[in-house]
């Protein structure tokens, strides 16, 4: 559902991608490691078309970014690192202009609103502004919006940064139930949450990739625990 081939994408001298491929099926979830700068949320805003890359391209089910970037949308849920949400609006207000974006309109948007709503448990803050929100629950909002049209490949960036132990719980839950039928790419720091819902790992450094792998093949590989496999690789892999 997605295929990534030689993206590269530089700020001024800067080499921020240097020429990264890889192909994620539908049912798999891929946790896309990497130490800060590496390159991740980069390679994910390319996937999402917010930005344009400086060489190579991508395809999401079957539509190039470069010259389908609207389809493309269309099939993506995205939660970027910083959720943009307009401050004033309430909860409820920011999820319909969401709805009114994609085509969501009657019994669908409804149910869609329904459904996203109870799925992140924002139900108490559904009438609150999102200025009030802790950061726990804007990361909800952001989520939201991002499933809210039931897209078939989801690119979430630390998904649960700013939950408290039983919300990160909860979405992870919600993300291994939605795997079945869905592509999901998740970026995180929590090696924890790699390794309770991601089947599959990339870790990335400088641009570049080190390592395509399971977490069970990495711990079984190094004789050690993920953090540990990571820095491993991390800090011996890149020159």
């Keep these: 559902m997605i295929k990534i081939k030689g993206l590269r994408k530089c700020f001024g001298p800067i080499v921020a991608v240097d020429g990264v491929s890889f192909e994620v099926e539908k049912g ?10 590496a390159g991740k949320s980069t390679v994910m805003r390319m996937l999402a078309c917010f930005l344009r890359p400086d060489g190579g391209t991508a395809e999401v089910c079957g539509f190039d970014i470069l010259k389908k970037p609207i389809q493309v949308r ?7 690192e910083n959720v943009p949400a307009y401050s004033e609006m309430t909860v409820g207000a920011f999820l319909n202009f969401i709805c009114d974006a994609r085509g969501l309109e009657g019994k669908k948007r409804k149910e869609a609103l329904d459904k996203a709503v109870a799925s992140c448990h924002i ?11 802790s950061k726990g629950y804007k990361r909800r909002v952001g989520l939201a919006q991002a499933l809210i049209h039931d897209p078939p490949v989801l690119i979430l960036d630390e998904p649960t940064d700013g939950l408290d132990p039983n919300q990160k719980h909860e979405v992870r839950g919600l ?3 939605m795997a079945e039928n869905k592509c999901i790419v998740i970026s995180t720091h929590i090696l924890e949450e790699v390794e309770a819902i991601c089947s599959r790992v990339i870790v990335i450094a400088k641009g570049k990739i080190l390592v395509d792998s399971t977490p069970q ?4 590989e190094h004789n050690c ?8 690789i991390t800090t011996t892999k890149v020159a």
């Excluded at 269309?74 to 970027?80: D, T, V």
């Design 217 to 220: 093949q990495l711990k079984a």
């Design 28 to 37: 798999q979830i891929l946790g896309f490691l990497g130490p800060n700068g």
């Design 175 to 177: 993300i291994g139930k």
């Design 74 to 80: 269309q099939n993506i849920g995205y939660l970027a």
């Design 225 to 232: 625990s993920l953090d540990e496999v990571f820095r491993k």
């Design 123 to 133: 139900e108490s803050v559904f009438h609150q502004s999102i200025e009030t929100l």
